[in-house]
């Protein structure tokens, strides 16, 4: 299973990165994590750095729209375990130890354990304004490698569930994705 989170990892000077990550679970597994970044990137350097990382269970779909339009100013809070950074709006948090690292030229797979998990708030329900942002954040993501019109296609779609369910904070989500690919469009005259 994989369960869209927020990691946030530090360097050797303590300097806090968060990053949204799809984060593989082993079935049944209740402390196993697979952190899967692709090169080039900072949670990678800093996971095998530093061999710990905090994973946030966030439903302020504005952090997963944020990194990826460069707004990854969030609150942070120390981690209780271990010498990491906590999202402040989590409802929930794992510290995990780096255990083993599987190379790969494009994909590193980082085995970790947690060490510790703590609740914050409730889960209120799923909602599918947060579905349509973090799928749009993904697109994003990948502006470069997927054509725009097959983006433009999902995007379309992806907006009937926006526009039923959102409240302010997946709109304002939205309105920053909307903004890079219509920067995009611009820039790449399409
Ligand atoms: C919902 C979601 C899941 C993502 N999952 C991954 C992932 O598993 N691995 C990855 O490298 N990037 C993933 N990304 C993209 C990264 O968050 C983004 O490229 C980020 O800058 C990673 O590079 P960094 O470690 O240098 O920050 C995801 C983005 C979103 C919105």
Redesign the pocket.
Known sequence: MIQ?TIVITQNSSGVA?I????IHIPYESQDEFII???RP????NNLLESKTAVINYCDDVRV?AG??TGRRDWPLKPAEKINGQVLSCALAHTEVKLVRVEDDETRPKLFCKAVHTANHAPFKGFNRAQYSV?EA??LI?RLNMIPLEKIQAEIDYLRIGLEKTAGDRELEAWGWLMAVIENFRLENNQ
């Open positions: 869209e990165h990053a949204p990550m799809g899967l970044p692709f990137s900072t949670t990678l997963f990194c990826l973090l954040a993904i993501s």
